[in-house]
């Protein structure tokens, strides 16, 4: 079997240090790749550190990744060595249950494969992913890439921060004469914004920094509302369409809600670590207003946002880093300090191997 090399987290309160594994060979229906980049999600994070409380150590994270085709099992029509192309958040699925057969696989009845932290269909075994050198993933859901190979880092962020909010935004229909609102504008958010002002939308970003305003004119929004400004808030009651809420902390979910109009809907996507304090019934019911949730998408609405993004020359604003800088990483991300998603690259993995 393939010998691979990576970085894993051996327990919650180890860093993440160089690690060796095996993958399996590459069957009839298999993609091979050589992993390029992997961008990092704070998701990656919070498994990293079980917290989660659902962590398999040894863990290797990464489930943002642009590689290259090194080889395919003799069933695969769709990709020839030397493709360039993508792995996002899962790798298989049952394939079998209602979700799967309408192209929802992140919902699949019996539970998507993780990338990273499995389990694996069948075997129940530990999924290992892209902060190492190699992947093999099922073709189904390997993905297509058209974009500039001067662009292939910041693509790779699309695979988890672009395809979580392009889904909902497709899903609730966001387009021209739509106000939408963007809250918080880091790694999900400013792809938010990117994607719904590419659709058309009038886009408000609401962040809790009124330095971020500059940033978030440039990156699309139309205005900004600097959330701590009571005035400011109350200036846009119940005119949103649509909001898309990527804050992953508990915070205030009423202080939004009321800016919805009647039938509006604000989606979470944010993942927080504890819950958010409970939002109040009557900011719902008196304008037939939704509180939703969204994951991330399936994988023909994947490449379809790929392609999306391709078209309109979307990628995600990001910083390069080696290997071993991830824990220095996630720990400025935990202070907001990057803008807007770090990205390994992975040619810096050989001088750790």
């Known amino acids: 079997m393939p010998q691979a090399h990576g970085y894993a ?19 009839q229906l298999d993609v091979a790749l050589d992993v390029l980049y992997c961008g990092v999600c704070h998701s990656d994070l919070h498994t990293a550190r079980n917290e989660w409380h659902n962590t398999v150590y040894p863990s290797v994270p990464g489930h ?3 590689g290259r085709v090194t080889a395919v099992g003799e069933l695969v029509s769709k990709f020839e060595v030397g493709d360039i192309v993508g792995v996002g958040c899962m790798v298989d699925s049952c394939q079998r249950c209602a979700p799967c057969a309408d192209g929802l696989e992140q919902y699949c009845d019996n539970g ?8 694996e269909q069948g075997t129940g075994a530990n999924t290992y992913g892209g902060y190492s050198n190699r992947v093999v993933v099922r073709e189904s859901f390997v993905l297509s890439i058209s974009h500039d190979a001067g ?19 497709r899903q609730w229909k ?4 739509h106000k939408v609102g963007i809250v918080g504008l880091g790694g999900l958010g400013h792809m938010g914004v990117k994607i719904a002002a590419a659709m058309g939308a009038h886009v408000v970003l609401f962040t809790s920094s009124a330095g971020k305003r500059e940033d978030a004119l ?17 200036a846009h009651a119940g005119s949103f369409d649509f909001i898309l809420n990527t804050v992953a902390a508990p915070h205030d979910l009423d202080a939004f809600l009321v800016l919805l109009k009647l039938d509006g809907t604000m989606t979470l996507v944010g993942a927080p670590a504890s819950p958010h304090p409970s939002p109040g019934v009557f900011n719902l019911i008196m304008k037939r207003r939704r509180l939703a949730g969204s994951l991330i998408g399936g994988i023909r609405e994947t490449q ?10 979307i990628v995600s604003d990001i910083e390069s880093i080696r290997m071993d800088q991830i824990e220095a990483a996630y720990e400025r991300m935990l202070k907001s300090d990057v803008k807007y998603r770090f990205v390994i690259d992975m040619a810096s993995l050989k001088a750790t191997a």
Not at 304 to 313: I, P, Q
């Open 9 to 27: 987290a051996q327990s919650p309160t180890t860093p993440l240090a160089p690690f060796s594994f095996e993958r399996r060979a590459p069957g």
């Open 64 to 66: 943002e990744i642009v």
């Open 112 to 119: 998507f494969t993780g990338t990273y932290n499995g389990p």
């Open 151 to 169: 662009d292939l880092a910041a693509v790779a962020p699309l695979l988890c921060a672009g395809i979580t909010t392009y889904s909902p935004l």
């Open 174 to 177: 966001v387009g021209p004469g």
């Open 218 to 234: 440039r990156l699309g929004a139309k205005e900004v509302v600097v959330s701590k400004n009571a005035d400011e808030m109350a």
């Open 304 to 313: 379809e946002m790929l392609d999306f993004c391709a078209k309109h020359g």
